[in-house]
């Protein structure tokens, strides 16, 4: 195979990849909530909001309590894979030690980790324009 066929090979794996390959993240356990005082937890579950990093695109969220396949369910408001198309793909969420916050997909795959690096969550990786997570 010519470097020319191979550099061919790599944009077409490029191309096709798209938005919906999920990124890589460094593994963190998830929190186990039967050793965290409740009334710390109380907070994390309930209404919370996706923006955009001007806040001008938003989406409500619940993050609730119940056990699903990948983490815990969650609910979005209607029309919210339509303002960040990502969220469409997620179906469940988990708190992490440290009390970060994944958004998974189907295939239990985390496609979207908020976390605090100061007082506020920040997205990784910033996509569909999503940049933080807000309580409400």
Same mark, same amino acid.
């Given at each position: 195979m010519?470097?020319?066929?191979?550099?061919?090979?790599?944009?077409?794996?490029l191309l096709t990849a798209g938005p919906s390959v999920a990124a890589e993240?460094?593994?963190?356990k998830p929190l186990d909530l039967k050793s965290v =005082?409740?009334?710390?937890?109380? =907070?994390?579950?309930?209404? #919370?909001?996706?923006?955009?990093?001007k806040g001008r695109k938003k989406c409500r969220v619940t993050l609730k309590? !119940?056990?699903?396949?990948?983490?815990y369910q969650l609910a979005f408001a209607p029309?919210?894979?339509?303002?960040? $198309?990502?969220?469409?793909e997620i179906t469940a969420w988990r708190l992490?030690?440290? #009390?970060?916050?994944?958004?998974? =997909?189907?295939l239990r795959k985390t496609r979207i980790r908020f976390t605090t690096p100061? !007082?506020?969550?920040?997205?990784? $990786?910033?996509?569909d324009?999503?940049?933080t997570i807000v309580k409400r």
């Amino acid at each position: 195979m010519t470097i020319r066929h191979l550099a061919a090979a790599f944009a077409l794996v490029l191309l096709t990849a798209g938005p919906s390959v999920a990124a890589e993240f460094e593994p963190v356990k998830p929190l186990d909530l039967k050793s965290v =005082d409740p009334s710390m937890l109380k =907070d994390t579950f309930g209404a #919370w909001e996706i923006q955009d990093k001007k806040g001008r695109k938003k989406c409500r969220v619940t993050l609730k309590r !119940e056990a699903v396949i990948g983490g815990y369910q969650l609910a979005f408001a209607p029309g919210c894979d339509k303002t960040f $198309p990502i969220l469409g793909e997620i179906t469940a969420w988990r708190l992490l030690e440290g #009390w970060g916050i994944d958004l998974v =997909d189907a295939l239990r795959k985390t496609r979207i980790r908020f976390t605090t690096p100061d !007082e506020r969550y920040i997205a990784l $990786p910033e996509i569909d324009g999503i940049d933080t997570i807000v309580k409400r």
